[in-house]
């Protein structure tokens, strides 16, 4: 099956094609994400309406693009997948009436695809990954862990009480003078720093559930980014909020990891989203995965932050099981992801 993929959730505009055997093997065709930093930078984060104004300016050059790289025409797809929700509902619209468009003339099949499903599926786009497995789900807006069985098949186990991972990364680069989107610019100030000199808060650790707690920790080290005197302080500083955040990352995972075992024979760990990119919460979740008898697997860099790739792959899953969306499906700005009548649905809209 090859599906072509589109992604217009938040301040990316992608389109992806991807190929599934039907042994489950995913190839990505092309890949093509064209990012809106430069539009947001000046507001120090994503401004909704210039969004989905330049969803709507950029997504035909960006599936030309990549349907282009893929060396494919319409006539070579099996279906489109377009990104249905959760998230800003202006971008979410542009890139879901784009696919019923490409559906309605090229007589295709439609998916519409939960973004997170995408986030779910896509350590699936590097290797060979097989269901079940434990999934911990860390991203700009969303910090979970899932069980996951198969495609529209997942039990969250545990989230976060508060704000997301990827939101107290960027929280406290802004408080640091970083810029948006945070993230990957903490990462690299923290290179330098030793955060050990920082007692920052600790919630939830120990504790005997999944979920997670971010806001203690954002607001403290956003206070004391606004104290720190010199580089090396916001170096230091940017390393303690990194290891602190990929301390609680690991303690929440041990803890589902245990919960896990108890009930399944098969042993193995996922992490995807944005945050996946960091490489200290990376190797922090490797090594606890190891002590726990756990593999451990994570997307390639690309396909962490937001892509299309993931939601063609999830489309594609979706088609080899028949399951269509009908052609009037709505973006949803909410939409859970163990939400099962949503997700297993065919018809749902
Ligand atoms: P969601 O998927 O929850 O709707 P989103 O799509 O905005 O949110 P992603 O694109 O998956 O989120 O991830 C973006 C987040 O990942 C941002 O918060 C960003 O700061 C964070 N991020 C990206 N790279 C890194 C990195 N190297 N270190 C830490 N955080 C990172
Ligand atoms: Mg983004
Ligand atoms: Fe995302």
């Known amino acids: 099956l090859t599906v072509l993929g589109l992604e217009t959730s938040c301040d990316e505009t992608a389109a992806s094609v991807v190929r599934l055997t039907p042994d489950g093997a995913a190839t990505v065709l092309s890949s093509v994400v064209h990012s809106q930093i430069d539009d947001h930078a000046a507001y120090g984060g994503v401004v ?10 950029m997504i035909d050059g960006v599936v030309r693009r990549a349907m282009a790289e893929a060396a494919l025409d319409y006539d070579g797809l099996d279906g489109v997948a377009a990104t249905a929700g959760p998230g800003l509902v202006g971008g979410v619209m542009v890139g879901l009436s784009f ?47 899932l069980e996951v069985r198969g495609i529209g098949d997942m039990t969250r186990l545990g989230t976060t009480i508060d704000d997301a991972a990827g939101e107290a990364f960027d929280k406290v680069a802004k408080a640091l003078g970083l810029g948006y989107p945070g993230g990957p610019a903490l990462e690299k100030l923290a290179e330098n720093g030793d955060g050990a000199r920082f007692d920052l808060p600790r919630a939830l650790l120990g504790r005997k559930d999944c979920d997670f707690s971010f806001s203690g920790l954002k607001t403290a080290a956003s206070r004391l980014a606004h104290t720190c005197e010199t580089d090396q302080d916001r170096a230091d500083l940017a390393d303690g909020v990194q290891t602190a955040i990929a301390r609680q990352l690991s303690d929440r995972s041990d803890r589902a990891m245990k919960a896990y075992a108890e009930q399944h024979q098969h042993r193995l760990f996922v992490v995807a989203g944005g945050v996946a990119a960091n490489r200290t919460v990376r190797s922090t979740l490797e090594a606890t995965a190891a002590k726990n008898g756990f593999a451990f697997l994570a997307p390639p860099m690309a396909y962490c932050t937001d892509n299309a790739a993931m939601i063609a792959l999830a489309g594609a899953e979706r088609l080899q099981k028949g399951w269509v969306s009908d052609i009037d499906a709505v973006a949803r700005p909410r939409w859970p992801l163990d939400e099962k009548s949503a997700l297993a649905d065919p018809a749902h809209k």
């Open 48 to 57: 909704p309406e210039i969004a989905a104004r330049s969803h709507v300016e």
């Open 99 to 145: 696919g019923k468009a490409v559906a309605l003339a090229r007589d295709l099949p439609l998916m519409a695809v939960n973004h997170l499903e995408g986030h779910a599926v896509s350590a699936r786009l590097g290797a060979r990954v097989k269901y079940p497995f434990l999934l911990l789900l860390v991203s700009g807006g969303h910090c979970q862990l």
